[in-house]
Each structure stands twice: as structure tokens, then as C-alpha cells.
């Protein structure tokens, strides 16, 4: 089994900055895409950004595209999303995902067998 484990989320004001962090069990790191995911209260869980095994190649939703950069570094099995310009609306737990096939970014949920406990990011107004 793959254990993700997030960091970095936490209470920050409108237009601050955060950068999450996601450690993969393992030592094929390299091989698993990448995603992180995030669901708001009273939402359904939707895709934020994406990578592929190599880093590459990155996908990211519009309602991010310009303010957050997914990035990894496989020399460490850790996965981030750096976030800027952060609104109200970001507010959400945040989750990783690893899937173990990924040559391109995977924006499909369900393409993920592996997930993260999540952690929360607040962004206050």
C-alpha cells in the first residue's frame, strides 16, 4: 500500500500564500501521477492540479490556473502546491492522490487509487 501524508495547511488571510506538501511511502515515486484535489464544505471533492511521473507535464483547474503551481521532486517522494494569491473561496480540505500509471496528468478522481487524510487550508477575508 502507498501512504500519502499532506503538511502545510493552515489559516491564512486573503491574498497570503501557502505551499502544501504531500510525502509518498515507497520507492517508486517516480512512476505514480500526482494530484491534488480539494473539497469545500457542502461541495463535492474537485480537481485542482495534476502531474505526471516525470514532472513534465502538469495540469491545473482553471479556478487555479495563474495562482497555484503543482511541482515534485522525486528525489524526496513529495508532491506540492504552492498557492498564491489565496481566496475565501479556497477554502477546502486539501488532499493528495497518487495513481501508479500516469505518463500525462490525470484529472479524473477516480483514476487515483491512493489518497491523503487531507488538511484543511482556511483563508479568511
Known amino acids: 500500500q502507498v501512504q500519502l501524508v499532506e503538511h502545510g495547511g493552515g489559516l491564512v488571510q486573503a491574498g497570503g500564500s501557502l505551499r502544501l506538501s504531500c510525502a509518498a511511502s515507497g520507492r517508486t515515486f517516480s512512476s505514480y501521477g500526482m494530484g491534488w484535489f480539494r473539497q469545500a464544505p457542502g461541495k463535492e471533492r474537485v480537481f485542482v492540479a495534476a502531474i505526471n511521473w516525470s514532472g513534465s507535464s502538469t495540469s491545473h483547474a482553471d479556478s487555479v490556473k495563474g495562482r497555484f503551481t503543482i511541482s515534485r521532486d522525486n528525489a524526496k517522494n513529495t508532491v506540492y502546491l504552492r498557492m498564491n494569491s489565496l481566496k475565501p473561496e479556497d477554502t477546502a480540505v486539501y488532499y493528495c492522490?497518487?495513481?501508479?500509471?500516469?505518463?500525462?496528468?490525470?484529472?479524473?478522481?477516480?483514476?487515483?487509487?491512493?489518497w491523503g487524510q487531507g488538511t484543511q487550508v482556511t483563508v479568511s477575508s
Open positions: 492522490a497518487a495513481k501508479l500509471w500516469a505518463p500525462s496528468p490525470a484529472v479524473v478522481a477516480d483514476e487515483y487509487a491512493y
